[in-house]
């Protein structure tokens, strides 16, 4: 499960990240801002996609059971 965590939160930051990127205007100061809104966005989204792939994974019990 720890690869499939850390392949989902490597493509959801790289996402997030391109799209700031993309879209950054203003020169220098402009893509100072970008990179700043696009590592809050990210570290939020980023904790958000764990916490899915937790609950996916072990339920709201927290007992891993591979018995089904």
């Keep these: 499960w720890s690869l499939i965590?850390?392949?989902?939160?490597?493509?959801?930051?790289?996402?997030?990240?391109?799209?700031?990127?993309?879209?950054?205007?203003g020169g220098p100061a402009g893509?100072?801002?970008?990179?700043?809104?696009a590592v809050r966005t990210s570290r939020i989204v980023s904790a958000f996609v764990l916490v899915m792939i937790s609950l996916?994974?072990?339920?709201?019990?927290?007992?891993?059971n591979l018995a089904g």
């Design 5 to 25: 965590q850390c392949v989902a939160l490597a493509a959801v930051i790289m996402l997030v990240h391109t799209y700031y990127g993309f879209t950054a205007r």
């Design 31 to 37: 893509v100072g801002e970008a990179v700043g809104r």
């Design 56 to 64: 996916a994974v072990y339920g709201q019990s927290g007992n891993f």
